[in-house]
T-cell receptor, first 114, second 112 residues
Framework: EAQVTQNPRYLITVTGKKLTVTCSQNMNHEYMSWYRQDPGLGLRQIYYSMNVEVTDKGDVPEGYKVSRKEKRNFPLILESPSPNQTSLYFC?????????????FGPGTRLTVL | AQSVTQPDIHITVSEGASLELRCNYSYGATPYLFWYVQSPGQGLQLLLKYFSGDTLVQGIKGFEAEFKRSQSSFNLRKPSVHWSDAAEYFCAVNDNNNDMRFGAGTRLTVKP
């Protein structure tokens, strides 16, 4: 089954404790992206990647890191999480390296930073 | 910078009634336009998209949207709403620069 998976689905952590949210897709997609969803703000793009070793900032990259060492994986790293990073996070992928293509979304990761 | 506005935060319609969700964008050229739906506890699913050509676009689940350049709008419509359509709907814009802008979303409640 074609899908985007994220782990963990739920995470509660404390300020300053490094964490990684994994994202994996099995569709051989070139383009991958991370979003955060906050009430009243919709989805805001954090980082995106057009291919292996190619990443770029979205609208709200501060406090986040990403890497793209393999085509299928695009982990989101919070080196020192803070309470304002409490949010619902979505990973997405699309096939042609352009956001104009249909994006397939993962189920989301709900992160709480205390 | 491009932006997307969904003026209605929450809409309630009766089952069987028609639906229109509004979306306006701010951008100099014609961007790529999308509508996504998010059911409770789920990720987003694409309903339809507009790139060029016919300004009336058909999507899945009986939805359609019309692009109106003069009004910078891309409103989503459905002639008869079903209870299963209750969800949050997001309009999104991309100007082919690989970054996407989403509206704040419209939550749809369907009354029996």
């Amino acid at each position: 089954e074609a899908q985007v998976t994220q782990n963990p689905r739920y995470l509660i952590t404390v300020t300053g404790k490094k964490l990684t949210v994994t994202c994996s897709q099995n569709m051989n997609h070139e383009y991958m992206s991370w979003y955060r969803q906050d009430p009243g703000l919709g989805l805001r793009q954090i980082y995106y990647s057009m291919n292996v070793e190619v990443t770029d900032k979205g609208d709200v990259p501060e406090g986040y890191k990403v890497s793209r060492k393999e085509k299928r994986n695009f982990p989101l790293i919070l080196e020192s999480p803070s309470p304002n990073q409490t949010s619902l996070y979505f990973c997405a992928s699309s096939s042609f390296g352009l956001a104009a293509d249909t994006q397939y979304f993962g189920p989301g990761t709900r992160l709480t930073v205390l | 910078a491009q932006s997307v506005t969904q003026p209605d935060i929450h809409i309630t319609v009766s089952e069987g009634a028609s639906l229109e969700l509004r979306c306006n964008y701010s951008y100099g050229a014609t961007p790529y336009l999308f509508w996504y739906v998010q059911s409770p506890g789920q990720g987003l699913q694409l309903l339809l998209k507009y790139f060029s050509g016919d300004t009336l676009v058909q999507g899945i689940k009986g939805f359609e949207a019309e692009f109106k350049r003069s009004q910078s709008s891309f409103n989503l419509r459905k002639p008869s709403v079903h209870w299963s359509d209750a969800a949050e709907y997001f309009c999104a814009v991309n100007d082919n620069n690989n970054d996407m802008r989403f509206g704040a979303g419209t939550r749809l409640t369907v009354k029996p």
